[in-house]
């Protein structure tokens, strides 16, 4: 059997309207070909289904194929039945892949391994005298210990399976490697979690539902645009409210200031660029012009001789161009080449610092710029 959960924000459906979406669900996706069950449960702070449909179908000569992309389906599927009901959907799910513990983080209850790795840390931290002593303290602790073959098997208390102490337990984990840790030839580091920062939700531009009708699309469609709608309304006023921004000649103020700064940032780094571009040219050009100098100079002693210009084309051609290019420039005194590169890297590390405020500038004015219209609207 397959198995779904479908979950809706709090207040805002019935248990009976949550399991009537939730058997239209499991008609539409299982195309009425297989036999489900939809359990509604309001045991939780927010009223979910549980949808469970057979593997095989009704006529029993066809089993489910479960796709590539099933659970984006699933998902686009639960939004059009919600949206067409007039119903909240998720607009930014938390990221999947990870076990339930794992993507809850701090807040639940750690997994088995990672546990076992805590217990770990707090042996190493006692400076046991060699492994047996290590086995000997996670015995201590509650731990169960055994052997079978040559691997090392853990449990913690209150954890039913057991987790050999190989690679799977984590990089640093493994027997091999704690054995390394007691005789000295390599240092511990407690594995940690990686933090996840959370995005605050940007402020999107509301969306014209007239102009989209008129585009052909329908009745749900509106229900979806007009929720959403009122989201970002939400939005924007949480980030008016955020930012001192409620007074709209401020707002404008700072958006048409966001704008210019933007504008002129950009600028200067196009500037910088430019500039540093010249500098590339123009030090291949005084390479050039030195290296060829010589043969110039005889070039012009020998009455710029045709035979002489045959043997050496190539350095005459050069020197030419870059005489050329110093003329076109304006340039009576040439730099050296170590103050250009001096100018190249001060221009280089210029337009990093730059393009870093640039992109602030450019989210800030795109911010700005969404909610000015948003309240023009």
Known sequence: AYHVRQSFVPGEITPEEANRLGVEFAKRFTKGNHAFVVCTHIDKSHIHNHIIWNAVNLNCDRKFRNFWGSTRAVRRLNDTICVENGYSIVEDPKPHGKSYNKWLGDQAKPSHREQLRVMIDQALEQKPADFDGLLKLLTEMGCEVSRRGQAIRLKAPGWK?????????????????????????????????????????????????????????????????????????????????????????????????????????????????????????????????????????????????????????????????????????????????????????????????????????????????????????
């Open 161 to 377: 399976n057991v987790a050999r102490m190989d690679g799977k337990l984590g990089k640093g984990y493994s027997e091999d490697e704690i054995r390394a840790v007691l005789a000295g030839k390599k240092e511990h580091t407690p594995r940690k979690k990686a933090a996840v920062q959370s995005e605050p939700p940007k402020v999107n531009l509301l969306v014209d539902i007239q102009a989209k009708l008129q585009a052909g699309k329908g009745a749900g469609y509106a229900r979806w645009a007009k929720v959403f709608n009122l989201k970002q309304m939400a939005q924007t006023m949480n980030y008016l409210t955020e930012h001192g921004l409620l007074e709209y000649a401020v707002l404008e103020e700072k958006a048409a200031a966001a704008t210019t700064r933007h504008n002129e940032l950009s600028a200067q780094i196009k500037a910088a660029e430019t500039r540093m571009a010249e500098i590339a040219v123009l030090r291949t050009h005084i390479i050039n012009y030195v290296k060829t100098r010589e043969v110039y100079a005889a070039y012009r002693k020998a009455g710029y001789s045709k035979k002489f210009l045959a043997e050496h084309e190539a350095d005459i051609l050069l020197h030419k161009a870059a005489k050329q290019a110093f003329d076109d420039l304006g340039i009576k005194k040439l730099p050296t080449v170590k103050s250009l590169q001096a100018e190249y890297a001060q221009l280089l590390e210029g337009k990093k610092k730059d393009y870093a405020e640039y992109r602030r500038s450019r989210e800030e004015m795109r911010e700005l710029l969404a909610a000015k219209a948003n309240v023009d609207r």
